[in-house]
């Protein structure tokens, strides 16, 4: 029998839970990587504006050596060395995404952000405990799921809230999931998150709305304590805890939708849509970014590559919603405050369930057409995202559902 097997690349999440001596080392790793960054980072700044030129990674990697030899900089030498290297090379492709026009310019790293370095090899996971260089008596994690695969690059991770995490990048093998021979639209929206041609609906939780009660109240008594004080950090961290508390909660939901829509289907078509753009209507802005379609749409795309599904993405432009599907006339005066509309035929339509069945009858009409990913750049044509069927470069988290 032929098993149909692939090689992804899968990240694993997992709590790390170190001791008091092992916190302070983490510490100051993150110090170490941050100020090797933001310092070559300056001296690429310097360089370019007196000569129109700067040092790649290979010459800087010489100067970090040199650095760590000075008095004032040997501290750098109580962490792990290829950590630091590796702040170099993203430090590198930073600027090299910046001049291929990919990216903004490298900004400065920040202590109040989260911080974060990484580990480029020799970390392993055994009974319960992460080991990589400087740590050889291993740290306690939690490990919920087992790490199937080869482990590659790690990159521990301190939150806003003092907790301390380690994503593993494994390679493994992985058999897509059984073919269905379903296929369906969706429509994202705000008062249902998704809301597919066969009727199905998926709640939009809402979740900044949620707790937006606790949070004003929060930040209000943040912003009357003394910035610095003990009372300030004790307020700080209960805004912050709140803040993941919505974003854990989201991202959870987000997983199990796609991962629902992904088994249950062969082919999703889903409009392009521009959030980036959407976001600038000021009156729909924080439920737009509270729904997180873009990052649905990504984590679609993975699954959907890992499992030889299809993704079709139609034209933003497409008037799936103005549409009548059952004869096709077009309702121009269409408000959005309309949920159901009738047509001059007299078809009675949900507005949201006939935009699904005309994304899908849009999409299918891609696939027929044989529109297979031949956008050339333009973000306003169609596409069909097609599966690879060697390796998926994608690096998505895995947070203990979908997948």
Not at 173 to 200: H, M, R, W
Not at 247 to 270: C, E, F, T
Not at 285 to 304: C, M, N, P, Q
Not at 345 to 371: C, F, M, P
Request: aromatic letters at 10%; a positive charge.
């Amino acid at each position: 029998i032929f098993v149909n097997v692939k090689t992804i690349h899968k990240t694993y999440r997992f709590e790390l839970r170190p001791t008091q001596d092992q916190k302070v080392l983490l510490d100051k790793h993150f110090g170490c990587v941050r100020f090797v960054y933001n310092h070559f980072l300056n001296e690429r700044k310097e360089q370019y504006q007196a000569n129109k030129k700067s040092d790649n990674y290979y010459a800087q990697s010489k100067t970090l050596t040199e650095l760590k030899k000075q008095e004032e900089t040997v501290w750098l030498k109580e962490v792990n060395s290829q950590s630091l290297q590796f702040a170099l090379r993203c430090l590198d492709t930073a600027y090299v995404n910046f001049f291929r026009g990919n990216a903004k310019f490298p900004r400065f790293k920040s202590r109040k952000n989260k911080n974060s370095f990484t580990v480029p090899q020799f970390a392993k996971l055994e009974g319960g405990r992460f080991f990589a260089p400087k740590f050889k008596e291993g740290i306690k994690v939690n490990v919920h799921r087992e790490v199937k695969g080869k482990i590659g690059k790690c990159t521990l991770s301190k939150t806003p809230t003092g907790k301390y995490f380690v994503s593993i990048l494994s390679e493994e093998q992985y058999q897509p999931k059984e073919k269905t021979g379903a296929v369906c639209g969706i429509d994202l929206g705000l008062k249902d998150f998704v809301i597919t041609s066969d009727n199905k609906k998926f709640k939009n939780n809402r979740y900044t709305k949620k707790y937006a009660r606790e949070l004003k109240k929060a930040q209000q008594h943040l912003s009357r304590k003394t910035k610095g004080s003990k009372g300030f950090e004790k307020q700080k961290l209960k805004v912050a805890k709140l803040h993941e508390k919505i974003a854990n909660s989201r991202m959870d939901n987000l997983h199990k939708v796609s991962h629902q829509l992904v088994s249950n289907y062969d082919v999703i078509a889903l409009e392009d849509l521009n959030v980036k753009g959407m976001i600038k209507n000021h009156k729909l802005a924080k439920h737009i970014s509270d729904a997180s379609w873009g990052t649905f749409v990504r984590l679609l795309e993975y699954k959907a590559d890992w499992n030889d599904k299809q993704i079709v993405k139609i034209n933003r432009f497409f008037p799936s919603s103005k549409t009548c599907y059952e004869c096709g006339w077009i309702n121009q005066e269409l408000k959005l405050s309309d949920r159901e509309w009738t047509c001059k035929n007299g078809h009675i339509l949900d507005r949201d369930l006939n935009a699904a069945k005309n994304i899908l009858k849009e999409g299918l009409k891609i696939i027929s057409g044989g529109t297979l990913d031949n956008t050339d750049g333009d973000p306003n044509k169609t596409s069909v995202k097609k599966h690879k069927s060697v390796k998926s470069e994608a690096q998505p988290i895995a947070y203990g559902v979908g997948g």
